[in-house]
């Protein structure tokens, strides 16, 4: 089946934009991440949805960052007042439901690769 | 919160030796342990991972441990090949995943 897929894969914009990138999780996957990975460095934590609502937003760096998940299916990370620190991948991953034999699995989409000029 | 400690940062092994990448994590609550292969431009992807109530698990060439009272879990990959030279990532958590720093493997022909 497919997997996940996040749009654009490329964004360049300037300073000061606002940006929203998007997730498309695997079919069925209940849980979704946000995850940002800067070049040379591991993914770092950004949210987690399950369903529909935001199970933890420790990750977001700060109030510039946002991400909503309405349907509990596709969702959106907005990124307000961008600045060149934000450059980074940003890298969705979903996760089955509870009570699969892989709950807790987290297969990761390509990116969006973001850069701030 | 969580922290891992992955080494060493980089490895080169000459093909069919064995490479072992270690981790270390700080928070008793984290009982998910996955690691991640990621080749140049592309996406992670899940090679293997273990919870906290098994103590070894293995894949045909691959293997992983975990020792929960030292808080430290380990990659063994046998029988290496040169299309196993790429990024690797440990992980830890319950639902949100700390990765590890990554280690660079490089498998001489």
């Given at each position: 089946g497919a997997g996940v897929s996040q749009t654009p894969s490329n964004k360049v914009t300037e300073k000061g934009k606002y940006v929203e990138l998007r997730c498309d999780p695997i079919s069925g996957h209940t849980a979704l991440y946000w995850y940002r990975q800067s070049l040379g460095q591991g993914p770092e934590f950004l949210i987690y949805f399950q369903g529909t609502g935001a199970?933890?937003?420790?990750?977001?760096?700060?109030?510039?960052f946002f991400a909503v998940r309405p349907e509990g299916s596709v969702s959106t990370l907005k990124i307000q007042?961008?600045?060149?620190?934000?450059s980074a991948v940003y890298l969705c991953a979903s996760s089955p439901v509870a009570?699969?034999?892989?709950?807790g699995e987290q297969f990761f989409g390509p990116g969006t690769r973001l850069t701030v000029l | 919160g969580e922290n891992v400690e992955q080494h060493p940062s980089t490895l080169s092994v000459q093909e069919g030796d064995s490479a072992v990448i270690k981790c270390t994590y700080s928070d008793?609550?984290?009982?998910y342990f996955p690691w991640y292969k990621q080749e140049l431009g592309k996406r992670p992807q899940l090679i293997i991972d273990i919870r906290s109530n098994v103590g070894e698990k293995k894949d045909q060439r691959i293997a992983v441990t975990l020792n929960k009272t030292a808080k430290h879990f380990s990659l063994h990959i046998t029988e290496?090949?040169?299309?196993?030279s790429a990024v690797y990532f440990c992980a830890a958590g319950k639902r949100a995943l700390t990765f590890g720093s990554g280690t660079r493997l490089q498998v001489q022909p």
């Amino acid at each position: 089946g497919a997997g996940v897929s996040q749009t654009p894969s490329n964004k360049v914009t300037e300073k000061g934009k606002y940006v929203e990138l998007r997730c498309d999780p695997i079919s069925g996957h209940t849980a979704l991440y946000w995850y940002r990975q800067s070049l040379g460095q591991g993914p770092e934590f950004l949210i987690y949805f399950q369903g529909t609502g935001a199970a933890d937003d420790s990750g977001l760096p700060n109030d510039r960052f946002f991400a909503v998940r309405p349907e509990g299916s596709v969702s959106t990370l907005k990124i307000q007042r961008t600045e060149r620190g934000d450059s980074a991948v940003y890298l969705c991953a979903s996760s089955p439901v509870a009570g699969s034999p892989h709950v807790g699995e987290q297969f990761f989409g390509p990116g969006t690769r973001l850069t701030v000029l | 919160g969580e922290n891992v400690e992955q080494h060493p940062s980089t490895l080169s092994v000459q093909e069919g030796d064995s490479a072992v990448i270690k981790c270390t994590y700080s928070d008793s609550a984290s009982n998910y342990f996955p690691w991640y292969k990621q080749e140049l431009g592309k996406r992670p992807q899940l090679i293997i991972d273990i919870r906290s109530n098994v103590g070894e698990k293995k894949d045909q060439r691959i293997a992983v441990t975990l020792n929960k009272t030292a808080k430290h879990f380990s990659l063994h990959i046998t029988e290496t090949q040169p299309e196993d030279s790429a990024v690797y990532f440990c992980a830890a958590g319950k639902r949100a995943l700390t990765f590890g720093s990554g280690t660079r493997l490089q498998v001489q022909p």
